[in-house]
């Protein structure tokens, strides 16, 4: 039984082995199951990128991401450090996928209108919508707000995809809005990264 486990082990690391990914944080309850997420993806040999919205900064703070993604997180599209090599244009290139979890009202809110005023949502502007993955976590009454429904139906029409919210306890109440299980969420990104194609951690 063991060796077995320890084979499916190696297929799963070889899928990550090599990519890069980002994950964008925003202001939502749901934000320490971001953590997890980030945690997997860097124990599986993915190079993690972390974007985060002021408001999330209020949830969880850089430093957990920055411990564990081994990597710079970033939260200002204005840092002096980048100012001759804009983060979202290099970024938006180097990236295999970005996953937005969670995703805020307002982060879809800004995406569906084409907002970029941040550097989460200008980083989205600068890469093609098929790269993007967006799982939206909120309370029942914004996830069915109509304007909310619209902008995600706009969205998926333009290419960008979405992990579905599930129902269940929330911060206030039951209801669908709520964000899946980590481990849910990674096992929905596997299927999406081409396998076998590898690349130098150093680019
Ligand atoms: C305690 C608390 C929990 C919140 N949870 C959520 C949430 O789960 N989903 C959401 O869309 N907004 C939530 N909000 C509201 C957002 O933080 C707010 O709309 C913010 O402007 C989002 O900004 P961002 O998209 O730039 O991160 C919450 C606010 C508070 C104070």
Known sequence: MKPQIT????????????????????????CYKAGEI?????????????????SSTKFVSPLTFQTLSHN???TDLFDEQYEFDPQHIALAQRLDLLLIAPASANIIGKI???IADDIL???????????????PA??????????VQRNITFLKKAGYRFIEPEKGQLACGTGIGRLPSPD??????????????HRDKSQ
Not at 38 to 54: I, P
Not at 121 to 135: E, G, Q, R, Y
Not at 184 to 197: C, D, N, Q, S, T
């Open 184 to 197: 849910k969420i990674i096992k929905y990104l596997a299927p999406i990264f081409p396998v076998g194609r």
């Open 7 to 30: 084979q499916i082990k190696k297929v799963i690391n070889n899928i990550w082995e090599g990519k890069e990914i980002g994950i964008g944080v925003t202001g939502s309850i749901a």
């Open 138 to 147: 909120m309370n029942e009454k914004m996830y069915l707000n109509p304007i």
């Open 38 to 54: 980030v945690s997997s993806l860097y124990q599986s040999g993915c190079r993690v990128t972390v974007l985060m919205t002021k």
């Open 112 to 114: 569906a209108s084409g």
């Open 72 to 74: 710079r997180v970033l």
């Open 121 to 135: 949502s200008t980083l989205v502007m600068s890469i093609k919508p098929s790269k993007v993955i967006i799982a």
